[in-house]
Nanobody, 122 residues
């Protein structure tokens, strides 16, 4: 399975971005999808995850601001990010698992995209 993430960029605080992740290859094995992020000098952390059954899991820091969604037909996942803050600055990675997992452990997800940079200026 290959993942391609896109949609990152530079935005001012309070702005919005929408990240997208497209899967290709053996996509029949996809169950859960997730977005993680990693800021310089910090560990990779879960942002949001969603299972094939629609169960979601969000980091406390993004609840009410970010929304994860998926399109099972198109094998895509989106992360709508609103009211962005400078502390949201990081490289964002999409990930998938053949199991119904929802994080937060990085090891729960088997396939990873290349990452897309999100920078929020104050």
């Amino acid at each position: 399975v290959q993942l391609q993430a896109s949609g990152g960029g530079l935005v001012q605080a309070g702005g919005s971005l929408r990240l997208s992740c497209t899967a290709s290859g053996s996509i029949s094995s996809i169950n859960s999808t997730a977005w993680y992020r990693q800021a310089p000098g910090k560990e990779r952390e879960l942002v949001a995850a969603i299972t094939s059954g629609g169960i979601t899991n969000y980091a406390d820091s993004v609840k009410g601001r970010f929304t994860i969604s998926r399109d099972n037909v198109e094998s895509t996942s989106q992360l709508q990010m609103n009211n962005l803050k400078p502390e949201d600055t990081a490289v964002y990675y999409c990930a998938i698992s053949p199991y119904g997992v929802a994080g937060p452990c990085v090891a729960e997800f088997d396939y990873w995209g290349q990452g897309t940079q999100v920078t929020v200026s104050s």
